[in-house]
């Protein structure tokens, strides 16, 4: 994966303060503006990926509200813009 846009594909997608499940889950409040007008990184919102760690068996992208899971063992939750 690579910095850039990419659109939501599962129901919703959680935001935590670093990359990786160790890290707190931030609330609706904590997001960006334009996140929470959106109700959060739910199915069908693009965001954009500032920074990009592929971390082994799962990567993550930095966006303007936090850190987002791309992939990891359990699926595939974004795609390319």
Known sequence: YKKGDYVVTCSKLNV???AGKKY???STS???A???K???YVKGVVFTA???KNLPGESWAR???GWVCLQNSDGTYVKRK
Do not use: D, F, H, Y
């Open 16 to 18: 935590r303060t670093g």
């Open 24 to 26: 707190r889950v931030k």
């Open 30 to 32: 904590e997001l960006s």
């Open 34 to 36: 334009s996140a929470r």
């Open 38 to 40: 959106q109700g959060g």
């Open 50 to 52: 500032l920074e990009v």
């Open 63 to 65: 966006t303007p509200s």
